[in-house]
Each structure stands twice: as structure tokens, then as C-alpha cells.
Nanobody, 122 residues
Framework: VQLQAFGGGLVQAGGSLRLSCAAS????????MGWYRQAPGKQRELIGK???????NYADSVKGRFTISRDNAKKTVYLQMNSLKPEDTAVYYC?????????????????WGQGTLVTVSS
């Protein structure tokens, strides 16, 4: 089971970028999915989450600029980032609560994607 994130890159301030993160493997249920980021020299912080029913919540720093959505059929979560600022520069990580098949049967565990770098130039 893995989460794989795509879409990072270099963008100018004021621009937009869309990240995606796909889950793969023996997955029975995908519960909450979310995005975190970690800027250089700072702790990882929560950007926002989306429930299996599509309810979202966001950190104050990104409200009104970032949108999280998901496609349950594709097992994918998205992060649409608009009006990007240099302070949004960070490695972005996806995260998901998955019910997956393990040696002990179906179990709920939390998984992280590998991270994708977003750089916003001024």
C-alpha cells in the first residue's frame, strides 16, 4: 500500500498549482485524506483534510486560497493551490487513513505520501 504524490514544481507568486495523491494497493476503505507541508527549518503543519463524505477543513493560513477535493473511484486526493505566496514554499505531503489488508487481516492505519516540493518565487 502506498500514497504517491504528484504535481510539485516551481511557480511564481500569485500563480496556481495542483497537487494530486493516489492511493494504491489492497485498500478496502479510504477515510480521511489530507495534506501537510513542511517548510525549511519548520515543523510539519496541517493544511487541511477531507472526509470520505467530502467535508473539508483548512488551516487559517490557506483558507480561501487552497481547495482540497477527492475522487473516491480513483482513490485520489487533490490540492488546488491558488494565489500562491513565497511563504507557501515547502515540501507537501499527502496523508490518509486507510483500511488495508495486512497479515492480521483488514486493519486501519495512517499512511504518508513521499512528499513533493513546491517552490514559489517572488
Amino acid at each position: 500500500v502506498q500514497l504517491q504524490a504528484f504535481g510539485g514544481g516551481l511557480v511564481q507568486a500569485g500563480g496556481s498549482l495542483r497537487l494530486s495523491c493516489a492511493a494504491s494497493g489492497s485498500i478496502r476503505t479510504i477515510n480521511d485524506m489530507g495534506w501537510y507541508r513542511q517548510a525549511p527549518g519548520k515543523q510539519r503543519e496541517l493544511i487541511g483534510k477531507i472526509t470520505s463524505g467530502g467535508i473539508t477543513n483548512y488551516a487559517d493560513s490557506v483558507k480561501g486560497r487552497f481547495t482540497i477535493s477527492r475522487d473516491n473511484a480513483k482513490k485520489t486526493v487533490y490540492l488546488q493551490m491558488n494565489s500562491l505566496k513565497p511563504e507557501d514554499t515547502a515540501v507537501y505531503y499527502c496523508n490518509a487513513d486507510l483500511v488495508t489488508l495486512t497479515r492480521k487481516g483488514w486493519q486501519s492505519n495512517n499512511y504518508w505520501g513521499q512528499g513533493t516540493l513546491v517552490t514559489v518565487s517572488s
